[in-house]
């Protein structure tokens, strides 16, 4: 009887754990199923997810919430040991577990990128946590969730905040490395974005475009290829990225195929490891102006710029204020004249000038979304009063007279009475130099610098000298003041003016250019020559 009972009971047992999956799992296709009509995020299909992940999500079903649960847990422990090697790949398995999780993907980014990367000393150590968590969330989860608009805002600022501030004391070697990585992968400065993004996007409108009877596949094979992949692969491992030279001594003469080679082999890279579409790329310059892509502020645009098009109503507050504060960088600091390859320690920025009018747009753009007595109306009023006033400094400063008497009058039409242009900028100009971090003190002494050189050009002698000496005052009481910090310190002055020079050399004709360096030369000469009579009057 015993037996019998015993029997029963575990008949019964079996019976009610098997009325209770299926309850289960008819209480989870109807929330599918509701997911999927009101256009939810879930944890359901998951798209562009590798075999194995797929699987795993198939396998497991319901019981993968508690292998990630288990992850956290080991992933929290090792943390509070100060053990955290194990921690990136912990990350990735839980995002693959998780796919569609996207809050704990973001916290996973931001723990990698603020809370880790600073417990380490060595600048390396750190760039090798925060890069981890770029490529966690633009290499993993956005291939999972490509509609998540959280997922595209926190890319944008990491870009923007991590990189692009001074608070971290290895910022200096951030900018670097990623100056250095685009410069490898671009090839240049400045790349023709309009035809890297005419460039076919796929392998399938390459070949149509280069048929197998094409001059290039002959060239692969002869020269060692066995297929498209190994030539592929034999270009990215390049530094800077380029055809092989064997490949391109078999394509022979022709210049104008190894060039479009060279944008489609290029375009294809930009795509597969740093998800950027240079088709979106002309778009973006097209609507605000061309812009360095060797900065952290091209980036944190063009991610949020993603943010706000993934919302469900075309609307984002967050992305919308990454995008106008990093335009506002951009235009302040866009241009990158010098990077320290070899160290990492420091950088040259001049402002980007031809941003000046799309930032005032997208300032008042983005205001008039917003109701007029809301919060966020005010805000973007206020910091499109502030960047008036900073714009007319900075555009006074590099000679644009003209353009900064325009928005001298937009800020006086819109903020009351102002002092004259002239006294005007320089107590804005005197302000700013009292406030200045590294990013606007390098910005204000190659300003300096920057218009000394065209008073010389002009042969306005004494106004060149003044301009010069401004710019050494300018450099000596920031660097007094700030120079000890790794994180904060300016490049040599010689550098910083060698680099503004050379700048202008390239910009110049020939006969122009050849007379600006004789006016140089002439200087440095009646410098050294004032040098050692002051010494033998001593």
Known sequence: MSKFRTIVMYVVLIAVSIVLLAGVRYTERKLDDQVAEHKLRFTGEIKNAPPMVAFTTVALGSFRGLVADLLWLRSNSLQQKGNYFEMVQLARWIVDLQPSFSGATSYLAWNMSYNISVTCSEFPDRWRWVNEAIKLVRDKALDYNPEDPELYRELAWTYFHKL??????????YKNRLAVEMYSVLGTNYPDWKTLAS??????????????????????????YENYDELYKAYKSGNPVQLPKKFLDELGSDDKLKTDLDNYFRAQLLRDALKLDPKRIVKQHEKYGAMDWRTPEAHAIYW?????EKSPRGEDLKCARIITQALYEAFR?????MIDEKDMENIQVIPNLDLVDSVYKTFWDTQKVYDPDSGAYSTFRSARINFMKEAISILYNYGQFKKAEEYYHKLVAEDGKKPPLEQFVVQEWTERVKNASVKRASEIVSGLIFRSIN???????????????????V????????GDSERTKLPPYNRMKSVVVNAWLLNLPPQLAQALKAKIESEQNESRLEKQIFEKKK
């Not at 450099?475 to 700030?482: C, P, Q």
Request: negative net charge.
């Open 475 to 482: 450099y000596r009481n920031y660097m007094k003041e700030f």
């Open 199 to 224: 460039a076919p996007e796929t392998l399938r409108e390459f070949e149509k475009k280069y048929p197998q009877d094409h001059i290039f596949w002959q060239a692969l094979k002869s020269a060692g």
């Open 333 to 337: 600091s866009g241009r990158l004249l």
């Open 455 to 473: 008073y010389l050009l002009y042969n306005d002698h004494d106004a060149a000298v003044a301009q010069e000496r401004m710019a050494r005052t």
């Open 164 to 173: 692009g501030n001074i608070l971290d004391d290895a910022n200096l070697y």
């Open 304 to 308: 949020a710029e993603l943010g706000i």
